[in-house]
């Protein structure tokens, strides 16, 4: 009954900028933390955000300084702002949030995965 729906991901050029969306939608009651992870094919998922409540963030340290999460509670979506981009940031972007449901079934739930492209 809880989908989250990403958003924002496309092609943009080395040193550009992207934001992606999350929104989640369904029985929700709360949701304790949302975030961003990537896979890049190779490699093993990452996390590259996460944020809990509405303030407390974390960040991987290769994206730290050029990357924002932030959320709109009362829309139930998480944001992550890309700046100066680099072509090691390609890859599948995924959206997750730890929430619980108006049954109080807590649960992690993910998005479908955006891709997230730079190249000149």
């Known amino acids: 009954q809880v989908q989250l729906v990403e958003s924002g991901g496309g092609l943009v050029q080395p040193g550009g900028s992207l934001r992606l969306s999350c929104a989640a939608s369904g029985s929700i009651s709360s949701i304790d933390a949302m975030g961003w992870y990537r896979r890049t094919p190779g490699k093993q998922r990452e996390l590259v955000a996460r944020i809990i409540g509405g303030s407390i963030t974390n960040y991987a340290d290769s994206v730290k300084g050029r990357f924002t999460i932030s959320r709109d509670i009362a829309k139930n979506t998480v944001y992550l702002q890309m700046n100066s981009l680099k072509p090691e940031d390609t890859a599948v972007y995924y959206c997750?949030?730890?929430?619980?449901?108006?049954?109080?079934?807590?649960?992690?739930?993910w998005g479908q995965g955006t891709q997230v492209t730079v190249s000149s």
């Open positions: 997750n949030a730890d929430l619980r449901t108006r049954w109080d079934r807590f649960g992690t739930y």
